[in-house]
């Protein structure tokens, strides 16, 4: 979760800092990292010294190098030839696994902060709370959580081939990978998968195989991935999600999404699986 920073903490030496501005995210020019700075070097937060929070470990019992501190400037901006703004992606492909679970964990938080000012039941002021990650009214009480919306993405084979899609939204980069949907209210995992191959490619599989899941947080995944063996039909696109689906060779793979994510990670699998 995150927990309000007393001010005094601040000046205690370096932190991580985590400074979003509109949907992107600060860095000192050139780089492509966020900060490991003290507070001092960092004059244009003087106007948030109320507002910063620090992100919790995940896992308590480790004990990271520096604290991570968490700023939203929501709609403004730093004017300085000093520091750039880069989108969460670029700084997200460029980064270790573990900065980036912390810079996208840090993302959902402010998503849910901003997008959760006014209750949704009786439209008064929502307030944080500090012994749990949520916004509590405080007129008629209701409290609401940080969103996780679970997403099932899927490696279907058949034999040594193994079907990807080219989705409408990829049509420039030309790179196919695996299919993936929202799970619906009411729907298992399993069923999710089998709806929305069938929707999107017009295929049936069989044999599921659970692989793995990866937070994604654009704004707030979880991706769910599942191995799956081809059960029949054709391929037969819904043109509003796929631009094109083929069965591809093993030999002779299109450009696929890098191992970072669990989309490259479940056609590594297969590959490994068949070969
Ligand atoms: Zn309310």
Known sequence: MMKKVPSHQLKQGAARWLIFSRSKLLVASGDTQPPVTDAS??????????????????EAHLQEEQPTFVVDMGAEAVDSDEWEEVSLRNVLMNTPVGAFSVVGRAWQYVHFLR??????QCGSAMHKIDWEMAMQCQQCQHRCYPRVSPCIIVAIHDNERILLARGVRHRETNMYSTLAGFVESGESLEQAVHREV??????????LQYFGSQPWP???????????????????????????????????LPDTPPKLSIAGQLIDAVIKQLS
């Open 198 to 207: 069938f929707e999107e490619v017009g295929v049936r599989v069989k044999n």
């Open 115 to 120: 997008t959760h000012r006014f209750c949704g």
């Open 41 to 58: 070097s960092l004059p244009f937060l003087a106007a948030y010294q109320q507002d910063v929070y620090q992100l919790t470990p995940l």
């Open 218 to 252: 654009f704004p707030h995944s979880l991706m769910v991935g599942y191995l799956a063996e081809y059960d029949g039909g054709n391929i037969v696109c819904d043109e509003h999600e796929i631009d094109d689906a083929q069965w591809f060779s093993l030999d002779a």
